[in-house]
Each structure stands twice: as C-alpha cells, then as structure tokens.
C-alpha cells in the first residue's frame, strides 16, 4: 500500500524552529516530486514548498522564503521541511504530497490537484 506518512509537528514558540518528515512506504520516493502544503481551519489549503525528484529544484511561497528549507534523503525515502523563525501565522496543518514526475522543473509549485498521493498531516502550533 502507498502511504506517505508526516511527523514532527508540535507546539513551539514563536521564533523556534521544527523539522517536518515526510516518509514513503510501499514505493521509493526517488523519482516523485513532493510538495509541502498547510491548512487551516476554514481556509483553503496552501502550497509552502515543493522539490523535483533529484532535489535541484526547490520552490517556496513568499511567506516562508528564507525561513523553511525543504529537502529529502532519497537513501531514507524521506523528505524534510525544516521551518526556522516559526511565526504564529506558521500554525496549521501541514501535509505532503506526491507525484511521479522526472520533468518537474517549473518555477512555481504545483497546484494541489497534480498530486496524486498524500499524507494525513501534522499538526503545527506557533505559541507563547
């Protein structure tokens, strides 16, 4: 069974800083492009980062640039989202997706619907 699973969420501070994994099982992430969206309640659901299959190009919306990092260990079938600098803004529920592509090389990341597999989040809360 495809499956991809996320971690690492939690309560944190403002201004600290989580890791997010986002791990494969039943198939090897090597040639998918994974992408990183959030959501909150009542709202529509978000695109924070994406990587193409070889991990050399990675994207991000505006709101994150310079504080998220998005990365993956084909090796461990996994990819990161190593979010620093978290803002109370930053709260929702995170999730990753999947999709099989060796041509991804776009600019922007891929709106929700290109995905084909997802995760079933995991919950950031930014607090004092």
């Known amino acids: 069974q495809l499956q991809l699973v996320e971690s690492g969420g939690g309560l944190v501070q403002p201004g600290g800083s989580l890791r997010l994994s986002c791990a494969a099982s039943?198939?090897?992430?090597?040639?998918?492009?994974i992408g990183w969206f959030r959501q909150v309640p009542g709202k529509e659901r978000e695109g924070v980062s994406c990587i193409s299959s070889g991990g050399g190009r990675t994207n991000y919306v505006d709101s994150v640039k310079g504080r998220f990092t998005i990365s993956r260990d084909n090796a461990k079938n996994t990819v990161y989202l190593q979010m620093n600098g978290l803002k109370p803004e930053d709260t929702a529920v995170y999730s990753c997706a999947a999709k099989l592509s060796r041509s991804y090389s776009s600019y922007v990341c891929p709106y929700p619907g290109w995905y084909d597999y997802w995760g079933q989040g995991t919950q950031v809360t930014v607090s004092s």
């Open positions: 039943g198939f090897t992430l090597d040639y998918y492009v």
